[in-house]
């Protein structure tokens, strides 16, 4: 069965088609484009930093601390901490040792 649209209501309709990939395309430009790319880049990169200082505190805090106040430190964190410079030392001691 043949279409029996009249030729404006088809030009009316190819307009139509045409405007709207034209802002398919003008969408998908500014998806890619390189600035853009780079800021949602930045964006994402700050999210994940934040998340990971989120998590850092919550390794060392034992509550998380209110804006202005300081935090208890976590006992545990402190003497991790002071093992792992501890341990660091003595290696870089005796290294140094060996080298004589």
């Known amino acids: 069965m043949a279409d029996r649209r009249d030729p404006e209501a088809l030009e009316r309709e190819i307009e139509r088609t045409r405007l709207e990939l034209a802002r ?38 034992t509550e998380e601390p209110k804006d202005g106040e300081p935090g208890q430190i976590n006992p545990k964190a402190v003497a991790i901490g002071v093992g792992v410079a501890v341990t660091l030392t003595a290696l870089a001691l005796l290294k140094r040792r060996k080298r004589r």
Request: without cysteine; charged residues 40%.
């Open 24 to 61: 398919t395309i003008d969408e998908l430009a500014d998806r890619v484009s390189p600035r853009n790319v780079a800021e949602r880049g930045k964006a994402r990169l700050r999210e994940e930093a934040e998340q990971v200082a989120k998590t850092a505190r919550s390794f060392f805090y």
